[in-house]
């Protein structure tokens, strides 16, 4: 049981590339999200989907782009990557309903140049 | 709208000594409060969650927590600290519909012998 897989682990852009980061869950859960980490702002949600063909903007969405075919995979398209975006990204997943807990993937730590 | 405040950046004790990490929350529902921990260059970890059962909330590694409905509080504690339990700290709360998180800024925790 893998649980939340992201890929990858680390990646290097420069200025106006694109590129997508991966994210896969394997516990069947209806809710997934996406959050960046930077210092001192603690995780701040980017984009979230409750089911498949199904997603929503968090607080912090312009510049990324998701979508979500399959319950398992919710990736997440940076269009244009500027050095703002520089940051640690992570992936959630969990069960439908207020009280369930969030399962977290290891992270990608993402450099924009 | 939801929030948490956690009211310290950064807390330092001494090996053996008791943990104090403080969160506040504010909410127009009954909310669902989560406490997650990240230790250097990981991911993750659920550390204990309340669900409106009971107010005192047990957690792994000896860590606690009290949800204090008058003050609007969710202070997590440890009799005792470790070496180990030096790490980053979030005070969580699920948004109303409970599709996502709201994170608290996080609470550095460093333990000296």
């Known amino acids: 049981n893998a649980g939340v897989t992201q890929t990858p682990k680390f990646q290097v852009l420069k200025t106006g590339q694109s590129m997508t980061l991966q994210c896969a869950q394997d516990?069947?859960?209806?809710?997934m999200s996406w959050y960046r980490q930077d210092p001192g702002m603690g995780l701040r949600l980017i984009h979230y989907s409750v089911g498949a063909g199904i997603t929503d903007q968090g607080e912090v969405p312009n510049g990324y782009n998701v979508s979500r075919s399959t319950t398992e995979d919710f990736p997440l398209r940076l269009l244009s990557a500027a050095p703002s975006q520089t940051s640690v990204y992570f992936c959630a997943s969990s069960y439908s309903g207020r009280t369930t807990e969030a399962f977290f993937g290891q992270g990608t730590r993402l450099t924009v140049v | 709208a939801q929030s948490v405040t956690q009211l310290d950046s950064h807390v330092s004790v001494s090996e053996g000594t008791p943990v104090l990490l403080r969160c506040n929350y504010s909410s127009s529902y009954s909310p669902s409060l989560f406490w997650y921990v990240q230790h250097p260059n990981k991911g993750l970890q659920l550390l204990l969650k309340y669900t409106s059962a009971a107010t005192l909330v047990k957690g792994i590694n000896g860590f606690e927590a009290e949800f204090k409905k008058s003050e609007t509080s969710f202070h997590l504690t440890k009799p005792s600290a470790h070496m180990s339990d030096a790490a980053e700290y979030f005070c969580v709360v699920r948004t109303q519909a409970g599709t996502a998180l709201i994170f608290g800024k996080g609470t550095t925790l460093s333990v000296s012998s």
């Open positions: 516990m069947n859960h209806e809710y």
